[in-house]
């Protein structure tokens, strides 16, 4: 504890370190921008009914049932761009996840119908950005980027061009 008996200079020189390190230790994403609170810049549109059993004991939404969300609306935009995607017996590409930034924005309570907006967010050489959003009403709870990564045995690989077309057809709609 800062201040005890047992708190030292070493501890102190940690600490600075790790506050002062450049890239930080620790780092956050800033806030998505304003136009991601808006249904229509998302290409694919669905709506899920809030369970029961997704509220927490303060009776919000939780968390991790919102992200519940987030997921599948990601795996609705892989199917949509590799149908193959899930038939792990016929696929020959796999897309795994390798970073996954959520934001919570406002509280949502059961009952609730909540409107899920998903498309790409940027194409790459062998990933590409998930975006999707949820609302309920027209306000704007929570929104989720997450890297995919497309990977054959060996490793990643680029993405073809069949699935490049699809994913280029689906990217955010730009908006005034």
Known sequence: MLGSPTHSRRDNAV???AQLSNPPLVATTPRPHPHRSRLELYPIVD???????DMDVN???NNLSLEAL??????VLNRRVMPDAYETQRRSLRIVSSQNVVHFLA???WPAN???GVGVGRVG???FVGSSALFVEDQCISICD???VLVGDDGPVPIPDEPREALNGLLLRHLA
């Open 125 to 127: 050489n062998t990933s």
């Open 15 to 17: 600490m600075s370190h």
């Open 107 to 109: 509280e949502a309570h």
């Open 59 to 61: 009776g919000h939404l």
């Open 47 to 53: 709506t899920n009914q809030a369970r029961y059993a």
């Open 146 to 148: 997450t890297v995919l």
């Open 114 to 116: 909540i409107h899920v």
């Open 70 to 75: 987030h997921e599948n609306a990601r795996a």
